[in-house]
């Protein structure tokens, strides 16, 4: 399988995907998902959609080292620089970058990687 669909379905936690490692697509928009977690054996992953649920921080994405597209617009994810380091990181080596949060620009990942 390489693109998967679980949106509109009410989900609150991502599980069972460990198997899906030639996954190429993840859509899991408008569900009630707190956290990302789960996706570490995803290594094929290229595009992961999780825009409109309940995210608050989004960290353990390291693996996904072909991670091309992430839309993760419409969530309650602080806008607290520092407390969204590791997916500070993770943007800098996407090549497409999708944000609709003002707040957010790549000055403020800019400003942030010379204090590092």
């Known amino acids: 399988m ?23 697509e993840l859509s899991i928009y408008r569900n009630k998902i707190e956290g990302i977690s789960g996706l570490g054996n995803l290594v094929n ?31 309650k994810i602080l806008s607290n620089l520092y407390q969204n380091i590791a997916l500070f990181i993770i943007l800098l080596e996407l090549s497409n970058i999708y944000l609709i949060n003002p707040e957010f620009t790549y000055q403020h990942v800019e400003k942030f990687i010379r204090k590092v």
């Open 45 to 75: 992953l290229r595009r992961l959609i999780i825009y409109h649920n309940n995210i608050t921080k989004i960290l353990n994405l390291n693996n996904l080292k072909k991670l091309e597209f992430l839309d993760k617009n419409l969530n």
């Open 2 to 24: 390489r693109i998967l669909n679980l949106s509109f379905n009410q989900i609150k936690e991502i599980k069972n995907l460990d198997s899906l490692n030639e996954l190429r």
